[in-house]
């Protein structure tokens, strides 16, 4: 499950990038609000990357807040794109969110153990 989690991360992560940093006219468009969008997408990558990288949750969450804030900067050297700091916050708070429902699915398994008397 783990390997799984890691590759569909990975994907998932270099279609961000594309998303982020392709000319406008080829970002995928939803009817979702844009602002849920960039926080769905990296809450995703990150669920996916403290899941299958347990051991690194944090270091997880830096790297993916740090690559958010480097794509919404270099978005700036795209003519049909623009980097913003608000935008940065919704990417960093997805990344936030998807860290702590990782590090939340990871005590359920060893907490019902202890319910069942096994741990």
Same mark, same amino acid.
């Given at each position: ?36 969008? @960039? $926080? *769905?997408?990296? +809450? #995703? ?5 403290? &899941? !299958? ?30 980097? @913003? $700091? *608000?935008?940065? +916050? #919704? ?5 936030? &969110? !998807? ?21």
């Amino acid at each position: 499950m783990m390997k799984t989690s890691r590759i569909l991360g990975w994907l998932l992560l270099a279609g961000v990038v594309f998303a982020t940093l392709a000319p406008i006219g080829l970002r995928p468009v939803t009817d979702a609000p844009v602002s849920l969008e @960039r $926080f *769905g997408a990296y +809450a #995703v990558v990150s669920f996916l990357f403290a &899941f !299958g990288y347990p051991r690194h949750r944090w270091q997880v969450l830096g790297v993916l807040v740090v690559i958010a804030g480097a794509m919404e900067a270099m978005q700036n050297l795209e003519l049909t794109r623009h980097g @913003r $700091f *608000g935008d940065f +916050a #919704v990417k960093a708070a997805g990344c936030w &969110f !998807g860290v702590m429902v990782a590090v939340v699915f990871a005590f359920i398994p060893a907490s019902m153990a202890k319910a069942e008397g096994r741990a």
